[in-house]
């Protein structure tokens, strides 16, 4: 073993922060209301308590507990490790664990402990630990670390994670000890006394298990012993002498002590390899599996059963017995087995000395009795048999035993191996590393089991593994290598320290050390450092001489480990004797402080350091013999950052005991009690360490004036200002007197280049200078003097480092100070020149030069790497940027990291070379290393400049800012590199902001300022704040303070979105204010003197009807303005805003109520509106809300009154997609009750859910409600007429675009179907034939005349006949029975109905043909060429015309108003001849109806793209028909007219708002507001429907949606406008009302709302969009300010 190494001299330093310490927990606990306080768990009966804790049983863990153990405490301490990066944020963390509770706190110097978790548990805790589990994540290798706290009490384990999740793991056994390792968990089994009546010879049970996570099954450990004789055989660890001691994550290390032998042994814990586990489970492939084999396992299970159960608390013996007979039975009836298998034992015991001398049985059985999944009543749960599981009890020798297989009793197991079991595979393996040495020296009793194992390293970054040996008070100290191959460890030496208690200091890398005599010793390694001196503690072997003046304590001698003990054993007695200090206690006292006495009040006897604990970092307790602990820190090496860069330079290039001498040194005198204060470390360390290299400091005069604070450049005074800019004589004067002339003119500071001789540089020196007395001569004797240049050499690379943080500026100045001194002293010209120009004030303030001995020059070891020619690293960079070549430049690793990263970064893109940073760096860096020798670095740079490849630019660009953050440089670190160096990385920053790749870290994006890239990525906190398409951002609106705003069921659109598209004005409010109809609306009537109370009550309630018109119409506008806005709360109702029907009367506010009875109010008025209320409420919920069939049928309204709005939520539900949610059992639930509007909601909104994916479960339920559908012979069933409408749509809806046959036959028929006898099918029979145009419309959507398979139902033929007239024709298929019989009511004849057939049959053409410009359906639809025709069609019909010929001939559609007129034909735009017989009103309706119908197709043809043309056109023609409304309503012409007019007009405006869909446009508002006003009696409700949906679309969902132009989107768009809307709330003669909300799927998100990377809030931005290029425009580019609507993006480029 080698020897401890001593510092020459008995120096001291002085402990800070002295505090006494108590655990933070007691405290705590003090206060706990205890498990044992609380009654309630009396009261509770044990087994109700326990259930949940899958305790075994019960009776053992809740026996009395002694009070004595009751109070048992333990903590233990740990620098604190959050979130936080550790630099900040420095905190300790306390675990500490008494009787049930758990208390885990946090506190540091600057902020008192605070709980962070308490635990209280039912049954005493018997261990508390820390310990982190790994969870496979995803798919992949990579590993989640949880933190955890473990509480072990004696049947289970309770694991509580940082994140909140809580485990608790049954025990299968006792535990002796757990133990927390890089893996998870490692428990230690308790060996009970029947263990070995139990077990079958030979057969020891595993004694080490794991468990890797709480929810993992408890595994026994495997071990590989570095046995030679056994070729190292894997095993279970079964051997009940070895005990653990001590485990580590990093390395991941375990360390065990046998108890026989009396020896320490260091393993590595990793996982199992497949091999090692296949050995010990001795899988099938191997031929074994002799009887012997099977038998001995067969015992292995019952016994390991036996055991748990008898281990378990709550066990009893008897049950443990229940395989008794079995197993006497066969150890009775085989003494052969057991004799063979001894001997073979023995054999094994005797070859191995070196490991443990046990059997390592690798055998063992299904441990299924610890599996969690049991439950916990269960101790001993069933096993499934050994049959696979046939292990063999020892490897199968060449020498075999084949006697054995003939044994007579080869039968005997199948008896007892009946049952199947499966063996538990171990997890992690243990594989022996190295054992202590057994000398001869050593006797058996003498060594004992280490109390204290911890690692520690020294100041020169050697590792040692510590064990404290108590009874020998001696501190082993095994020193180990770590391989390259991590898991490989090697240990070289063993050292002895006497030493009574032992702690590490992590972060100074020192370790105290309490020696027997009581005093305290800093140790770094091996290396004795110096005493500690703690203020106002004496340690016992202080004596007099201590306190003398000189300190001439001689150093104890030095014990060879040989007569270590005995030395040791002979003071032991010391402890137990009063100190012999006190005698003394007086004059020690006054020689320290003896005000810190008088704060602690201390017992008579001087307490003394007793033992040590809780180290953290730097921070260690004290425990005194008085029992009380104090807490004191060991200073650091050094505060400065310049002082440790130094120190570690230093350490890099000198020899390790070099190294270790300066550093041990340097701790001594900055460390010395009373030592120097923060500012003097630099100007301490310079003394010292030029002192080290043998200079005189007190006769230098610059380190001379260190000490005295001598500012060290001497500033020039500065001129007095001029008046007169030009120069005069006295600069001249002024410059010539200057320092640096006077300085310059006497040395010349490069004689004769870099060749000069070294004799004329003497010579040039000392010319300079005063001759050199000898005084200023340098001692050779001193320590560091043979290595001055390498020390020079490094310390100049640090300067070099230094110049390349801007931050560090400062401190380079201080460094130049010693480097010029060293290079002038080392001579070396270059160097001094170097520092000179870049710090050209410290020429002056240095003019000594101290003599080095031309003898002792040769003693100096010149290292090959310091040349003449001195490294510069700004020159070496803009040598690079020029283009020249390059010698690698010299750096120290780990120091020199800026140069480094410059350096390469250079490399890689100014020079291009791809391989810099990883094959290349040679070429470019040269490493330093201590005792280098002369290397060749000549061919190196040759062979460089033969590569010379210039790559892309951009290619490196990128390459070098993924390099340089895998560096972890930030823009923090770019900021303080000086601006010219920074250029090149800058540039290369820019470039990849401008083009960014999708797959960079985040780390990345920071770097180049692209932070937006990342929030895109992660979904940062916005909700769904993809800054594409504006879905819902999740901001919250502000509060508004009137309570009734919040009603009306707009307050969640986003102001912050909002507010910026739509910065100038109100116009999100004043929508509000028009669409809102939770508040009375105002009644004003003036009473005229002859008009009586009674009559003014009544016309005011008149009034009243005709703005109600009005306020019912609104919800269908609000509907859309809200569009998928909010996210409703799961545990919340949707909040419905009321729809009020009442007003007030000015002046007096008085109350109009419809209810008073005073005038007829038409029967349901309100169903239909109530239902539009609760779809515009359904619709502000966003699609991707969360939202399930418990919270839709939570919705459901208690009163029988709100179902019809009940019913529009639902449908709302569907149209945003979530309907899909609804269990199908809620569905036929609400279809049962046959509440006609639920139905009606329901099936759109379920066949809205499922557009387009023929889905047959939804089919059956649409076709129950569609006799045509149902089977000729099934029951009739009485569908209302309104929901055989909706559940038309809905086939339409589900088999969209499908064209599937059957569908499209049944509802070609249908729109033709004729009345039947009795009343059905006679009333409303306009909406179900246009339901059924519009469905087949749908189904065979754009499919033109590709319609496959369905050639032989002449679809256009047919429809063409519904459309014109004519004959019926048979009907075809399933129906011709249901229509034998005429009606009785109407009178057809056999000609088909046009009136109620056109539109259908007209729409479906056009959706069939929709944009297929097949001009000769579209001249079908060209409007009569003759008079004599147009008088026998309807103008409505010519609107319907006009619309399908213009959507088929999508193409021609031209946004100007010539188009518009050109539908127009010929003979309605000539001039009239006066004498024919003209009805000129005819011709006035049919141009209104065909300019209107051509007005929608343009509107569609251009929905959502804010065309300027189109609607320029639209807005044009609006304003001439309100002209000539204005002009009619004067001239007081019929009603009829003026409602063709307002119908036309309507129309208009929603052509216009669908072009302008989501762009708020002003004009178009005003023309809605204008509309709002009008609420005479002709505007009825169906115009007032009409107009606030134009103002819907017009602010789609808040601006954020606008409508597409795909062919699904203009289907539901004609469902929805279709353009003859109801004449009062509950028409649906000629379109179902609720089909009006289908414009919602038309609706797309195309808002792109750019959001602030910093603040999270959406900004302006500009954008550049490119249209590709059509026939009618070339590509164009526009810029857009987001937030905007963008362009459909098909029309875009990319």
């Not at 004696?154 to 694991?159: E, F, G, T, W």
């Not at 049959?387 to 199968?396: E, G, K, Q, V």
């Not at 240990?491 to 032992?502: E, G, L, M, W």
């Not at 109806?1489 to 065309?1507: D, E, H, K, P, V």
Request: hydrophobic share 40%; charged share 20%; proline share 7%.
């Amino acid at each position: 073993m080698s020897e401890v190494v001593y510092e020459e001299t008995a120096t001291m330093i002085a402990a800070g922060e002295l505090q006494s310490f108590v655990p933070f927990g007691r405290e705590h606990c003090r206060n706990h209301p205890n498990a044992f306080n609380l009654q309630l768990r009396e009261l509770q009966p044990a087994s109700e308590l326990w259930a949940s804790d899958g305790a075994a049983g019960l009776v053992g863990s809740l026996q009395e507990v002694s009070l004595q153990e009751r109070e048992r405490e333990f903590w233990q301490l740990r620098k604190g490790c959050k979130g936080v990066k550790e630099e900040n944020v420095e905190f300790e963390e306390e675990l500490y664990a008494a009787g049930n509770v758990v208390v885990w706190s946090q506190g540091s110097r600057a902020q008192a402990s605070s709980v962070y978790k308490a635990f209280t548990v039912d049954s005493p805790v018997q261990q508390a630990l820390w310990c982190n589990f790994g969870v496979p994540h995803n798919k992949k290798d990579e590993e989640e670390v949880e933190h955890t706290v473990c509480i072990v009490q004696s049947s289970c384990v309770n694991v509580h994670t940082v994140t909140g999740k809580d485990f608790i793991s049954p025990l299968p056994f006792q535990v002796s000890n757990v133990w927390a390792t890089k893996f998870g968990l490692l428990m230690e089994r308790k060996n009970t006394a029947n263990d070995a009546q139990l077990s079958p010879p030979g057969e020891p049970l595993p004694t080490v298990f794991s468990m890797l996570h709480p929810l993992d099954e408890i595994a026994p450990v495997v071990c590989k012993p570095a046995g030679q004789f056994e070729g190292s055989r894997v095993q279970y660890v079964s051997d009940s002498t070895m005990k653990l001691v001590f485990t580590c994550c990093q390395p991941s290390i375990v360390v065990s002590y046998d108890t026989v032998q009396g020896i320490h042994s260091v393993w590595a814990l990793r996982k199992v390899t497949h091999d090692e586990r296949s050995t010990v489970l001795r899988c099938p492939a191997e031929p074994v599996g002799t009887p012997l084999s099977l038998m001995a396992s067969g015992f292995l299970t019952s016994h390991l059963r036996n055991i748990s159960r008898l281990d378990s608390p709550g066990g009893s013996g008897a049950t443990g017995h229940g395989l008794g007979t079995g197993t006497s039975g066969i150890g009775s009836s085989s003494p052969l087995h057991y004799s063979a298998l001894h001997s073979h034992q023995s054999r094994i015991v005797t070859s191995s000395p070196g490991i443990h001398s046990r059997v390592h049985s690798p055998s063992i059985s299904n441990m299924a009795a610890l599996s969690r999944a049991h439950s916990p009543g269960m101790a001993a749960p069933s096993f499934s048999g050994v049959a696979r599981f046939n292990t063999s009890l020892h490897s199968p020798s060449p020498r075999g035993h084949h006697g054995l297989l003939a044994s007579p009793n080869s039968t005997v197991n199948e008896t007892v191996l009946v049952p199947e079991m499966e063996p538990i595979i171990p997890d992690l393996c243990m594989e022996q590393l190295w054992s202590e040495a057994v000398t001869a020296g050593f006797h058996r009793e003498m060594s004992s089991q280490a109390s204290k194992v911890f690692l520690t390293s020294d100041l020169c970054e050697n590792h040692y593994l510590c064990f404290l040996v108590e009874s020998h008070q001696q501190l082993r100290c095994v020193k180990f290598i770590e391989n390259n191959d991590t898991s490989q460890l090697i240990f070289p030496s063993v050292t002895t320290i006497p030493a009574k208690d032992a702690e590490p200091l992590q972060n100074i890398d020192a370790m105290l050390v309490l020696e027997a005599c009581g005093s305290l010793v800093l140790y770094t390694g091996i290396t004795r450092v110096s005493k500690v001196f703690v203020p106002g503690l004496l340690s016992p072997s202080f004596s007099l001489t201590n306190h003398l003046p000189h300190r001439s304590t001689p150093v104890e001698t030095v014990s060879t480990p040989a007569n270590a003990g005995s030395r040791h054993l002979q003071r032991l007695d010391e402890d137990a004797m009063p100190s012999p200090v006190t005698g003394l206690r007086g004059p020690n006292i006054k020689h320290h402080e003896a005000s810190f006495l008088e704060d602690y009040a201390f017992p008579q006897a001087t307490p003394y350091i007793h033992a040590l604990r809780d180290p953290v970092c730097n921070r260690v307790t004290l425990e005194l013999s008085s029992g009380m602990m104090l807490r004191i820190s060991v200073p650091e090496i050094a505060t400065s950052e310049l002082v440790r860069k130094c120190l570690e330079a230093i350490r890099v290039i000198l020899p390790k005991e070099a190294a270790m001498k300066v550093l041990v040194k340097w701790y001594n005198i900055y460390n010395a009690p009373g030592g120097p204060s923060a500012h003097a470390e630099w100007s301490l360390f310079v003394t010292c360490f030029m002192t080290l290299m043998g200079y005189n400091t007190e006769r230098l005069t610059w380190t001379r004036n260190l000490h005295f604070e001598v500012p060290l450049s001497p500033v020039i005074a500065a001129k007095k200002a001029r008046p007169s800019d030009g120069g005069s004589d006295e600069d001249w004067d002024y410059l010539m007197g200057s320092h640096y002339h006077r300085q310059m003119n006497f040395q010349p500071v490069d004689s004769s280049g870099i060749n000069s001789t070294l004799a004329s540089e003497t010579e040039g020196l000392s010319s300079a200078s005063s001759p050199p007395s000898p005084s200023l001569k340098l001692d050779s004797s001193a320590p560091l003097f043979p290595h001055i240049p390498a020390l020079f050499y490094v310390l100049h690379l640090l300067y070099q480092e230094l110049q390349l943080d801007e931050l560090q500026r400062a401190r380079a100045s201080s460094l130049v100070c010693l480097l010029q001194q060293l290079a002038r002293d080392l001579q070396l010209e270059e160097y001094v020149d170097l520092y000179w120009r870049d710090y050209p004030s410290i020429i002056s303030g240095f003019t000594e030069s101290c003599f080095i001995d031309q003898a002792l020059i040769a003693q100096m070891q010149r290292p090959s790497f310091l040349r003449s020619e001195p490294p510069c690293v700004f020159s070496w960079l803009s040598r690079c940027l020029r283009g020249e070549e390059n010698p690698p430049f010299p750096y120290l690793p780990g120091i020199c990291q800026r140069t480094r990263l410059l350096v390469l970064s250079y490399a890689l893109y100014v020079i291009g070379d791809e391989n810099a940073t990883s094959t290349d760096v040679s070429k470019y860096l040269a490493k330093l290393s201590a005792g280098q020798k002369s290397c060749a670095t000549e061919p190196q740079i040759r062979r460089q400049s033969s590569v010379k490849v210039k790559f892309s630019s951009e290619n490196l660009a990128e390459q070098l800012v993924v390099w340089l953050t895998s560096q972890g440089f930030t823009l923090k670190d770019l900021e303080s590199v000086p601006f010219g160096v920074a250029l090149p990385i800058r540039e290369a920053i820019y470039r990849c902001r401008e083009q960014p790749c999708s797959d960079w870290s985040e780390e990345v994006c920071l770097l180049i300022g692209r932070q937006d890239l990342t929030k895109q990525a992660h979904k940062m906190t916005l909700a769904k704040s993809k800054p594409s398409v504006g879905s819902g951002l999740s901001l919250e609106p502000p509060a508004t303070t009137e309570a009734d705003e919040e009603e009306d069921g707009m307050s969640d659109i986003i102001q912050e979105v909002t507010g910026l598209i739509w910065s100038q004005d109100l116009r999100v409010q004043e929508v509000r204010r028009l669409l809102q109809s939770s508040r009375p609306v105002r009644v004003s009537v003036v009473q005229l003197p002859e008009v009586s109370d009674h009559e003014y009550i009544e016309e005011k309630e008149n009034k009243l009807l005709q703005l109600c018109q009005r306020t019912m119409a609104l919800p269908v506008g609000r509907g859309l303005f809200t569009l998928f806005s909010y996210h409703p709360v799961p545990t919340e109702p949707l909040p419905v805003p009321k729809l009020n029907l009442t007003g007030r009367a000015p002046p007096r506010n008085t109350v109009v109520d419809l209810n008073s009875g005073n005038i007829d109010v038409p029967p349901n008025m309100t169903s239909w509106p109530s239902f539009h209320n609760g779809v515009a409420a359904g619709l502000k919920i966003a699609p991707a809300s969360q939202v399930d069939s418990a919270w839709i049928a939570y919705n459901k309204p208690k009163s029988p009154e709100l179902a019809n709005e009940y019913a529009g939520f639902l449908m709302a539900l569907g149209l945003n997609g979530h309907l899909t949610k609804l269990a199908t059992l809620n569905i036929h639930d609400y279809l049962t009750k046959g509440h006609e509007m639920t139905s009606i909601g329901l099936l759109l909104g379920v066949s809205s859910a499922k557009l387009g994916t023929m889905d047959m479960s939804i089919t059956r339920l649409l076709s129950i409600h569609i006799p045509a559908l149902l089977p000729p012979t099934s029951t009739e069933l009485d569908v209302p007429h309104n929901v055989q409408v909706a559940a038309v749509i809905g086939i339409g809806l589900v088999y969209q675009g499908t064209g599937h046959r059957h569908n499209a036959e049944v509802l070609l028929s249908e729109i033709g179907r004729p009345p039947g006898p009795e009343m059905e099918y006679c009333t409303d029979r306009e909406s179900y034939s246009l339901a059924a145009g519009l469905a087949l419309g749908m189904v065979c959507l754009g499919h033109g005349s590709n319609l496959i398979g369905m050639t032989d139902l002449n679809v256009p033929e047919q429809l063409y006949q519904y459309m014109v007239g004519g004959h019926r024709r048979a009907q075809a298929g399933a129906n011709r029975e249901r229509h034998k019989s005429p009606s009785y009511q109407i009178k057809e004849g056999d000609t088909i109905n046009v009136d109620v057939t056109c539109p259908g049959a007209t729409l479906a053409l056009a959706m069939i043909y929709l944009k297929t410009n097949n001009r000769s359906i579209a001249d079908w639809l060209k409007p009569p060429d003759t008079l004599f025709l147009l008088d026998f069609i309807k103008p409505e019909f010519l609107l319907l015309r006009t619309l399908a010929r213009c959507i088929i001939m999508w193409d021609e559609i031209l946004p100007n108003t010539n188009w518009v007129k050109s539908n127009i034909p010929q003979i309605m735009r000539g001039t009239f001849d006066p004498s024919e017989d003209i009805n000129m009103e005819t011709m006035a309706q049919a141009q209104d109806y065909i300019t209107a119908g051509a007005c929608l197709a343009l509107g569609l043809r251009f929905a959502g793209s804010a065309n300027s043309d189109a609607f320029d056109c639209l807005f044009n023609l609006a304003r001439t028909q309100m002209t000539i409304i204005s002009v009619a309503g004067t001239a007081a012409v019929g009603a009829h007219t003026f409602y063709n007019l307002q119908t036309c007009l309507s129309m208009i405006l929603l052509a216009m708002s669908m072009v302008m869909s989501g762009t708020g446009n002003l004009k178009v508002l005003q023309i809605c507001r204008f509309f709002h006003k009008r609420t005479g009696g002709e505007m009825n409700y169906g115009f007032h429907m009409a107009h606030h949906m134009a103002l819907g679309l017009l602010f789609l969902g808040g601006g954020r949606y606008t409508l597409s132009t795909s062919n699904s989107a203009i289907a539901a768009l004609l469902c929805a406008l279709y353009p003859h809307f109801p004449a009062h709330s509950t028409d649906n003669r000629y379109h179902l009302q609720a089909l009006r909300h289908l414009a919602v799927l038309a609706a797309e998100p195309r808002l792109l709302v750019p959001v602030d990377v910093d603040s999270l809030k959406p900004c302006y931005a500009l954008l550049e969009v490119t249209y590709k290029e059509t026939k009618w425009y070339d590509e164009t580019t526009v810029e857009l300010m987001a937030p905007t609507l963008l362009p459909e993006l098909h029309l875009l480029n990319g």
